[in-house]
């Protein structure tokens, strides 16, 4: 099992977990613990199963897709929310020779493809999402704009984006 995929699997798992305690405490409110303690785990799970399938979804896959790129132009990609006005879009994030591009899947309200190029990011930064969660990068370019995305492994993200960068630059 490659990184993306452990890291996926991770979040899915933090954060069915996550779903279970918020909605045992919700059911737990409404209608006594005892409900709680039995609908709550069985929510998370199948809440964490349903995101499995739709990550991994033929048509999620199709959807996300970028066209008019060799498969060995890719140097790295991976699941990815883009923040567009108030919503997380999600879609996948390609880092290409010269660019990052983004292509969300169909089930957003903004399905949008994005690109931005690695000459006009001017500095890469992290943020929590919801000011907990340690997966928020930050793309701060050179005219000033901002781009946000939720990623898995920022780190490797933020390091391979710098590296295409330095490579362009000699």
Known sequence: ???????????????????T?????IIALMNGIGYALIAAPIAGLLWGLLMYFFINSKKVKQQTQITG???RDIIHSGG?????????VGGK???????????????NIQNHAFIIYTEEIK?????????LVPNGMKLILKDGDEEKFVVNNRNFWKTAIFRQMQNQSL
């Open 1 to 19: 099992m490659n990184d993306d995929k452990k890291a996926t699997l991770k979040a899915l798992v933090v954060s069915s977990i996550g779903f």
């Open 21 to 25: 305690i918020l909605f045992g405490v």
């Open 69 to 71: 790129v060799d498969e």
């Open 80 to 88: 990815a929310n883009h923040f567009k006005n108030a919503e997380a």
């Open 93 to 107: 994030l390609y880092l290409l020779q010269n660019k990052l591009e983004f292509k969300s899947h169909g089930f």
């Open 123 to 131: 500095e890469i930064t992290y943020f929590n999402t919801l000011g």
